[in-house]
């Protein structure tokens, strides 16, 4: 080992320069406030890792990366794990860079000479909300498109430069291919090497000017960075990653519908840090519109730019601070009032649109499609519309994805209407208990998202599953999980038995296979050929 | 210079607390990565019997280059390809399908009707017609599909080699 660094040290001086780099002297009140810096940037390695993971199974044209994505996440082992370190960690570095700027602010520490540095770190929170802008749009589901559908609006009103602007976005005629081929490109390879050269220049200037002392360091004796601050340092990474970590495995990264240009019932969200932006855009309208698009954000990030000119007086004690600490505190109110805003002003469409529900039929039970039967066969379309918006028809929409009922609710209104929403007009719903069951069951799996599809269920399949519920195979059979395991369960039955054995064995089971307990069912014919058509068609 | 430094013992745990908190995070990102690369893809089987034809005419030991289409997973895709197996009937009952790659780096063989021998042009590996390699580099004998006979109808399956229990 020791002949080896020798070696190393002899041929490329590597060691000593590595020595060096642990020896650097830092100021005694050097500590835990100052391990941000380190944090972002182990934030930053983790996303150019888990970034290059995601790339190598990722496609980067519109609907590609849609199924790619979806490849990654559901068919592939721990993809769903890196593209949630992927997608939280792009939130949570921008919270860490935010809170190494606010240190950085409170502590005085941009003040001569280290102007440069602090101005080196403005540029990079820029590179880092291009980041999260840009990739944004690479998932290619829903929120992504109409996202960045409005990003480029924004975009296209600044004064003057407006146009060219979208031009160089590829955005002039809507998002389509060459804004993402324009997005893609900027997010894998301009800005990682871009990032690594501010970094590079930053942390180079931050070594030139030291670790900003506090007054009356100059009299204490100096520590060494490494091994004390390295472990404070390292310290603060872990606990940054373990959060990192158990968001990843806990709150699974959404991935929406594919893009949809004609979906007018997408309500487009920012991410969580740009809603202040988005609440400030609502309450300036008409030619102040400008103003809180383009004007502020340019002021503000201005203003940052110019902190340390603004601020000429000398150091002095944190703690003495009290302006800095009234500029944080305000920033803070004003950034949590408006988000705050803008969370209370989501309709619930916005929250349910995360929520995607089933999108097939087959992901359905036999109860709910029963329960999508008893809708049509009840009429409950004249009155209530699913999903599309408000009709004019006299009951509320159900797909709209507003307050969630629980079932008990719904089938007490069901019974008797008035009871539970005093006036309503509703008819009570003549159904057995079992089907108001299976009534409600379906109606907790609509979303905005699938209502329009469960509207398109063939024939076939509402019938023969009322049949299968009104029958109640459930109770020796078993369809997505759901029922007893007495008899064969019936997924994949088109796999083992053609349909006219089906529909012989509905009639004589024992015929076709002797020691079968099953008894007959004396079906119509119309009524075989559905419910066997619908067991065919299981997956 | 006067540093304050940590004594002995503290320098220590400080050093293996921060090699231990890294080797933790490399752990925790490096190995769902290598399970991620190294983990086939969760398979939708879209494996099954296809359809390659009419073998009513196949005479004895004559084989016959017959296409077929198959559908397969490739990546997030489902994609239907062309394929084609060389097919030799061996005896009344038995009718054997041939991958139409040599076993030894994949070229493609063509039936030499003059020597009646399976011919590989790329490194002259040849086979007989039941399979075996006769002479050149390949390693084993030409794989197989699974095959079952209907009627006059042929289907194809999976490879061999590939298939559950094989």
Redesign the interface.
Known sequence: MRAILAWLEERTGAPSAIQHFLDEEIPASAGWHQVFGSVAMFLFLTQVFTGIMLALNYAPTPGEAYNSLRYIMTELTGGALIRGLHHWGASMMVIIVVLHMVQVFLWGAYKKPREATWMMGVILLLVTLAFALTGYLLPWDNRAYWGTVVTTQISASAPGAGPYVLRLMGAENGVGVVTFARFYAVHVLVLPPLTMLLILLHVYLVRRHGVAPAPGDEVKPKQKFYPRQVFKDTAAISLAFIILFSLAVVAKAPLGRLADPTDTTFIPRPEWYFLFLFQLLKYCEGPLEILASVVLPTLGVGLLFLVPFLDRAPVIRVTKRTTAFAIVILAAITWSGLTAAAVRSTPPEAFAADREGPMEWRDLTPEELAGVSYFKSESCGTCHTLGLRQEGKPGPNLGAGGAARDAAWMIAHFKQPASMVPGSQMPSVSLSDSQLNALAAFLLKLTPQNAMKMQDIPQYVLDGAALYQKNRCNLCHQVNGVGMKTGPPLNGLAHRRDATWVKGHFLDPQKFSKDSMMPAYPFTPQQNEAITKYLMSLP | ??????NQGR?GF??R??QA??A??GG??GI??F???F?P??S?STGGWVDAGDISQLKLNAPEELPFRRVRMD???IITEKSTAWVVRLSEKEVVAYTPQCTHLGCAYHWEESKGQFLCPCHTSNFSIDGKVLNGPAPRPLDRYLVKVEGDRLLIGPEQSKAKGA
């Open positions: 210079m006067q540093y304050n430094t940590d320098r400080l050093v607390a921060t908190l890294s933790l995070i925790a990102l769902p990565a399970v991620y690369l983990t893809a969760k939708r990546g997030w895709k």
